[in-house]
């Protein structure tokens, strides 16, 4: 038995210690806003917070979470959708197709954490999350405005 603590909860998994905790967390969990992508970290629409920092959870095994440390999802960031990034996500129309934004809006709420106010070439360093629907440009406006509003910082 494996214990994890989601979104404040704690869930006990049985689980191969290399599974990939992006599987124990829609499988057994049950939480299926993180999204698979790709299966080998570059596409980003995997990313989870832990202890608040950006893992790609699809390529990060089970066992390599420490008991203790605390992994949030999207559906943890915020259970009202009033994060800053998501609401300057809707405020801005961001996603076209929508499936790889909980994967950026996990990205943008762990790098404005750590940079409150980054610039446009931290942000475009940073988040290396890929969209098929190419919407970089809104992307990166949207984390401009959850920074600029000076609260993105929380959560």
């Known amino acids: 038995m494996i214990r994890l603590n989601v979104n404040g909860s704690v869930h006990e998994v049985e689980a191969e210690p290399d599974t990939p905790l992006l599987w124990v967390i829609r499988e057994q969990v049950g939480l299926t806003g993180t999204k ?25 095994p089970v066992s390599a979470v420490e008991a203790g440390q605390k992994i949030v999802t999207i559906e943890g960031l915020s259970p009202d959708r009033s994060h800053p990034v998501q609401r300057a996500w809707a405020e801005l129309d961001v996603p076209q197709c929508g499936f790889c934004q909980s994967g950026m809006i996990m990205a943008a709420a762990a790098l404005l954490r750590q940079t409150p106010k980054p610039s446009e070439a931290e942000i475009r360093r940073e988040v290396t999350n890929i969209c098929r629907c190419g919407t970089y440009n809104r992307v990166l406006a949207g984390i401009t405005l959850a920074a600029e509003r000076g609260e993105a910082g929380r959560g």
């Open 36 to 60: 698979y992508g790709c299966g080998i970290a570059q596409c980003g629409a995997c990313t989870v917070h832990l202890d608040g920092q950006a893992v790609r959870a699809c390529s990060l």
